[in-house]
């Protein structure tokens, strides 16, 4: 489970926002966040039928779009994963904010009114106004942000921000903003946050089973640390499929992008595409052409399998569990 270490937390969070610093540095315990995604998780969520809305949740937490579209779906049970501390932080700050702020304070204290005018951005003046709606122990880490590093709180070095790529989340709309806002302020929901890499999945007690499960693309990612290895990937991911999946259930092993189509032109697109995206963050690193999704989907081809996202050119690995 994640338990907050106020007095580490604050340095490492007032420490980063004072620190421009490069691709390799993601996926740490102490990293950037991605607030929004460029996956389109509202279009995917269409592949999840009715009858599994009312079971639990797994996934991947990150800038938060997941279990936000998942809660706008009808779940009320979600469990959220991730190595990076920072994304609960930042998540928790984004509840309390639908539910302190109206519309447009919201669009402001988040630095949408405009995506390449962001003053508003963190505003200390706005925050005062919802602080009230986090947990104590948030609020702590978030009071201390601001009181000890309340002149970089416009400072963008802490979060990714996806102005010109990312998938608007579908509460970004005034309408759905004001459903989510009130689902948030009046009724009952079940958030747990582990503060866990991938790979010790099966090491945590309390994570049971799951009638969804997202990973997200991470395990495509974890390139430079232990979870290298493509035979670990892929069996990690059956793993899962058995272990911690419910009858009925599915799983959202990775996320394809339009350019990560499996035939031999998009993939040498996709490859230089991803090299050129790495070395623009100062890191080196060469893609593997043989993705772990390609070679899992191939391995276990009864079980997962690769599908068309609705009204989307994207694409998701995925299995049902029969």
């Known amino acids: 489970m994640f338990n907050p270490n106020v007095k580490k937390d604050i340095s490492k969070l007032c420490e980063k926002a004072n620190t421009n610093y490069l691709f390799e540095d993601l996926y740490q315990e102490y990293s950037k966040v991605f607030l929004y995604t460029n996956e389109s998780i509202c279009k995917m969520l269409e592949l999840v039928p009715q009858n599994l809305h009312n079971l639990n949740v797994l996934g991947i937490l990150s800038g938060g779009t997941f279990p936000l579209e998942c809660i706008l779906k009808g779940f009320r049970e979600i469990d959220c994963i ?28 988040w630095g949408l009114t405009d995506p390449y005018e962001k003053q508003n951005f963190l505003n200390e003046n706005i925050y005062q106004k919802f602080e009230s709606f986090l947990k104590k122990e948030f609020q ?28 608007k989340p579908s509460y970004l709309s005034k309408d759905v903003f004001l459903k989510l806002k009130n689902t948030l302020l009046y009724e009952e929901l079940k958030l747990r946050y582990f503060s866990m890499d991938l790979g010790n999945l099966f090491n945590e007690k309390e994570i049971g ?19 290298a290895s493509i035979d670990f990937k892929i069996d990690l991911a059956h793993k899962t499929f058995q272990e911690k999946l419910m ?26 595409n991803m090299e050129s995206f790495f070395q623009n963050f100062g890191y080196n690193v060469q893609i593997d052409p043989n993705h772990y999704w390609d ?14 996202i609705p009204n989307s050119e994207d694409f998701v690995v995925m299995a049902r569990k029969k």
């Open 295 to 308: 070679i899992l989907v191939k391995k276990y081809s009864d079980i997962f399998q690769i599908e068309s």
């Open 247 to 272: 009858q009925d259930g599915i799983f959202f092993v990775n996320y394809l992008f339009q350019n990560s189509l499996l035939n031999a032109k998009m993939e040498a697109i996709f490859k230089t």
């Open 140 to 167: 702590t880490v978030w009071n201390s942000f601001y009181d000890f590093c309340g002149g970089l709180s416009q400072n963008q070095s802490l979060i990714i921000f996806k102005t010109a790529n990312y998938k």
């Open 209 to 227: 089973t799951y009638g969804l499960i997202y990973f997200s693309n991470v395990l495509q990612f974890y390139h430079h640390n232990q979870l």
């Open 82 to 109: 991730d190595l990076n501390r920072f994304s609960f932080y930042f998540f928790e700050l984004l509840l309390a904010s639908f539910r302190g702020l109206d519309y447009e304070e919201f669009l402001k204290f």
